[in-house]
């Protein structure tokens, strides 16, 4: 079954690349470029002559021993809540809401709800700690402006002005390739925390 989060990926291989990027977090294995969309392509095709259970079995080894090395890394690996868990949590949510299993109306949108500022939290806080480009983003779905990378004033912020998923994808690395939004003082290359 198709998504709409991550175009040419079927739900069962978000489940794969999940299940492999929290299996990493538990062996301990961040060899450069662990996170690259070329890596999760690799990650998904290892994976595809296992059954269905087998990548559920991964998947909840990785979400039940994933959580006490992410907590016990002082931060340092809370990027993998952005990268794993926020597009791919919204993506969950996105298709239940599609398929109308959430409770939330239909055509919600997968970065859409009350959730959205402290699904936002995240980024803002890796990035700031990371020492990324500043960025002003003005995100539709929200009243206040998030900020995020390093603010210290070294460098005049760039400016985002666009929806929430757009600005996830941009920091996770996907394609925003047709995406309505604007960005300014800045390359969409420059945002991806994993790259």
């Not at 239909?106 to 990371?130: F, V």
């Not at 900020?147 to 929430?164: M, N």
Request: charged letters at 25%; proline letters at 7%.
């Amino acid at each position: 079954m198709p998504t709409r989060v991550c175009p040419g990926w079927s739900v069962r291989d978000v489940m794969a690349h999940c299940s492999s990027a929290l299996t990493r977090v538990v062996e301990g294995r961040f060899e450069k470029g662990v996170f690259s969309p070329e890596s999760n392509d690799r990650d998904i095709a290892e994976r595809a002559d296992w059954s269905n259970q087998q990548v559920v079995d991964e998947l909840e080894r990785g979400m039940t021993e994933a959580g006490p090395v992410i907590a016990g890394a002082g931060g340092g690996l809370d990027f993998i809540g952005l990268g794993v868990g926020v597009p791919h949590a919204f993506e969950a949510v996105g298709e239940g809401a599609r398929r109308g299993r959430t409770g939330r109306p239909r055509g919600a949108g997968a970065y859409a709800g009350p959730g959205l500022p402290d699904a936002l939290a995240l980024p803002a806080r890796t990035t700031r700690e990371r020492g990324h480009l500043p960025l002003h983003a003005d995100v539709g779905d929200l009243d206040e402006p998030v900020r995020l990378g390093d603010v210290a004033g070294d460098r005049t912020p760039a400016r985002y002005i666009g929806d929430a998923a757009t600005l996830v994808r941009l920091y996770a690395g996907r394609p925003v390739e047709g995406r309505a939004y604007a960005l300014a003082g800045a390359e969409a290359e420059e945002w991806n925390i994993f790259g």
